[in-house]
Nanobody, 124 residues
Framework: QVQLVESGGGLVQAGGSLRLSCAAS????????VAWFRQAPGKEREFVAT????????RYADSVKGRFTISRDNAKNTVYLQMGSLAPEDTAVYYC?????????????????WGQGTQVTVSS
């Protein structure tokens, strides 16, 4: 059973930084990919970034390129999302998700396993 647990959310001022963690258990495949999505109130879930466990290959949404960095620690089975230059429009619940696949999907329906989410609030 694959389980994901996010942590690290909170309240931060605009321009600040925050690091989210996604601890994974029950992984079964080196083709596993872990992604971060976010969902603001009244909006659809939005792709943020994704990474492949085995190679570290990454993919980012245009809205976060240059500000956010996704990384993984294989020994700790944890994926991180380092967020910088935060703006109020980054406020959302951030979710991590995983599945095994040969590509780096950016749509939510390509991921079967999800964490419970962690709230990030950026004040102006």
């Amino acid at each position: 059973q694959v389980q994901l647990v996010e942590s690290g959310g909170g309240l931060v001022q605009a321009g600040g930084s925050l690091r989210l963690s996604c601890a994974a258990s029950g992984r079964t495949n080196n083709n596993d990919v872990v992604a971060w999505f976010r969902q603001a109130p009244g909006k659809e879930r939005e792709f943020v970034a994704t990474i492949r466990w085995s190679t570290g290959d990454t993919r980012y949404a245009d809205s976060v390129k240059g500000r956010f960095t996704i990384s993984r620690d294989n020994a700790k089975n944890t994926v991180y999302l380092q967020m910088g230059s935060l703006a109020p429009e980054d406020t959302a619940v951030y979710y991590c998700a995983t599945d095994w696949t040969w590509d780096l999907p950016t749509t939510a329906n390509r991921y079967r396993y999800w964490g419970q989410g962690t709230q990030v609030t950026v004040s102006s």
